[in-house]
């Protein structure tokens, strides 16, 4: 599964579910969105995912499971079972990883994996190796996506991250890179992104994202510079994959600061891992007024024509604050209820996913840098390198 193919599925409700399987981490990146690190243990519990997962069948099921942290690779054994747990029903997984494995001649630094070293030697190239139990995980998923960005350089050189991805690729798994940068005009993202054209040959796509105000970047990353104007449409395709959070709970939002908030906003609350299957999660999801109204024309445009008006802050405390607001809600159920507001959500998600991958990051990455979604050679419309003629981003979201 390339990395075109998973993102352009990101406009189709309950297409996809993430799943946080640590907050553990043994990296400390200045912008971690979810705040973790080697001394965090929130984790859901493994025998419920497991269920959660099995309960998927040929005809229930999401198209894409991503296994994210933290860091998910610190319990190889786990993600290899998940994969193998959601590939009977014909569901195909992607994981993306810190690449902490990779770090070389470094002993005593991270943490070590969970989950038994049997299965044969590591697999090695040019000093680097990746130790069995986390290959054995990365063999089972159909996509392996490794995070870079300066954060993530002081901890792991650019050159090993490099090496580890040449590995990965020998063993015929589709690869890319997660990047972050400050916006369309940052130097070094033109310079990353350069380097793994010439490194890859264009044969590695990179999923280009904007650091955002969440977790560790709360305190002086930029937020999105101006908010949608309520008057227009704004749809949320983040409302779109259910996210399995840290302590079990089941999301119908991706932002990191609704995911950790307690309680769940009622609006946003699909259940629980130890109480619900995948087919009872999906149906809350395709089935909900207000989640079929915020993917259609988003809660700016919701709270302005049927709550007590725009909120202030961001889209998304005016998302969260919809869960007590009982009037948005009735005005919700009164538009987009039963079949017809099946068909609004369609039409959503079919007029998010018409430009394709590069469409999705353009509206919710880093807009520049958005034709590198796509594998190959550098085509008319792609970034020139330098940074200093491209446009800002203005994507305000996270597809993950």
């Known amino acids: 599964m390339e990395l075109a193919e998973l993102v352009a599925r990101r406009p189709f409700p ?95 630094r991270g943490a070590a994996p969970r989950g038994g070293t049997a299965g044969g030697g590591p697999r090695r190239r040019g000093g ?6 986390i290959l054995r995980a990365i063999r089972s998923v ?58 890859f ?16 970047a709360a305190s002086w990353a930029r937020a999105a510079r101006t908010g949608p104007d309520p008057a227009e449409a704004s749809p949320c395709s983040m409302a779109a994959w259910p996210v399995v959070a840290f302590d ?9 600061d609704t995911v950790d908030r307690r309680p769940v906003p009622a609006h946003l609350d699909l259940g629980h891992i130890a109480e619900d299957d995948w087919g009872t999660v999906r ?14 024309v988003g809660p700016a445009h919701l709270a302005a024509r049927y709550g007590s008006g725009p909120r202030p802050g961001s889209y998304c405390d005016g998302c969260r604050a919809l869960g007590g607001d009982g009037v948005a809600a009735a005005g919700a159920r009164a538009v987009a209820s039963g079949a017809a507001g099946a068909l609004l959500d369609l039409t959503a998600a ?28 550098p085509g008319p419309d792609a970034p020139d390198g330098t940074g200093t003629d491209a446009p800002d981003g203005t994507g305000a979201g996270d597809v993950r």
Do not use: K
């Open 14 to 108: 309950a297409g996809g579910l993430l799943i946080g399987l640590t907050r553990r981490c043994p990296l400390s990146c200045g912008h971690c969105s979810t705040g973790s690190g080697p001394l965090t243990r929130q984790e859901p519990d493994p025998g419920q995912l497991e269920r959660f997962v099995s309960s998927f069948t040929g005809e229930n099921r999401p198209d894409v499971v991503m296994l994210t942290g933290g860091e998910p690779l610190l319990l190889p054994a786990l993600a290899e079972r998940l994969s193998t747990l959601a590939r009977r029903s014909g569901s195909r997984t992607a994981l993306l990883s810190g690449m902490f494995f990779a770090r070389g001649g470094r002993p005593g």
């Open 248 to 256: 079990g709970r089941v999301l119908a939002c991706c932002n990191q």
């Open 142 to 199: 159909d996509h392996f996506s490794a995070s870079l960005d300066v954060h993530h350089e002081r901890e792991v050189s650019r050159a090993e991250v490099f090496r580890a991805l040449h590995l990965v690729r020998e063993e015929g798994v589709a690869v890319s890179l997660h990047l972050t940068g400050t916006g369309g005009s940052d130097p070094y993202l033109a310079g990353l992104t350069r380097a793994v054209r010439e490194e």
């Open 128 to 133: 680097a190796a990746i130790p069995p139990a």
């Open 350 to 377: 079919l007029r998010g996913s018409r430009e394709g991958a590069r469409g999705v990051v353009r509206r919710h990455g880093c807009a520049a840098y958005a034709p590198l979604v796509v594998a190959g050679p």
């Open 283 to 296: 149906r809350r999801a395709l089935e909900s007024p207000m989640l079929r109204m915020l993917r259609t």
């Open 201 to 216: 040959g264009g044969e590695v796509p990179c999923l280009v994202n904007e650091v955002r105000p969440f977790g560790r």
